[in-house]
């Protein structure tokens, strides 16, 4: 697992805000980064961007909700578009992986560690990309 990418930055996409999360320099812990507040998808790849190249990104993941039975709906496909956006972008790759019920269990994880519901809202998204982070990370470990 040595030549896997150690910066991951992974994106929880939404439509008023996206939600961030990194690997440290490492690679070995991953942290919740401020979330991007814009709709404008212009934007939000620009500071995605910029976010890459300041902590020097090996490999950007971005969130898809996929359906119960594994199918994609309208909202899967808008994201599959951005992270598409992303790939013309960036210079580095982008994957996308099944971000079902990630905003759920990040809210149940800041519930857990006492936040009141206004905090559980200003921190879930990024939390939410915290969780698409860690799946990517436990998915590439059982591939290998």
Same mark, same amino acid.
């Given at each position: ?6 910066? %991951?930055?992974?994106?929880? &996409? ?14 070995? %812990?991953?942290? &919740? =980064? ?23 990104? +090996? =490999? $950007?993941? $971005? ?10 709906? &309208? ?8 992270? +598409? ?6 210079? $580095?790759?982008?994957?996308? $992986? ?16 006492? =936040? ?29």
């Amino acid at each position: 697992m040595s030549d896997a990418p150690r910066r %991951i930055l992974a994106v929880d &996409p939404g439509e008023a805000r996206t939600g961030l999360a990194a690997t440290d320099w490492s690679g070995t %812990i991953a942290v &919740p =980064l401020d979330r991007i507040d814009a709709r404008e998808p212009g934007a939000v790849v620009a500071a995605i961007a910029a976010m890459a190249a300041e902590r020097e990104t +090996e =490999l $950007v993941v $971005v969130g898809v909700p996929l359906s119960h039975d594994g199918t994609e709906g &309208p909202r899967a496909q808008r994201c599959r578009e951005f992270a +598409e956006r992303l790939r013309a972008a960036l210079q $580095v790759p982008v994957v996308v $992986v099944d971000e079902s019920h990630s905003t759920d269990e990040a809210h149940e994880r800041l519930k857990q560690g006492g =936040l009141k519901a206004s905090q559980r809202k200003r921190l879930a998204d990024s939390i939410a990309a915290l969780v698409i982070l860690e799946r990517y990370r436990a998915a590439a470990r059982r591939a290998n």
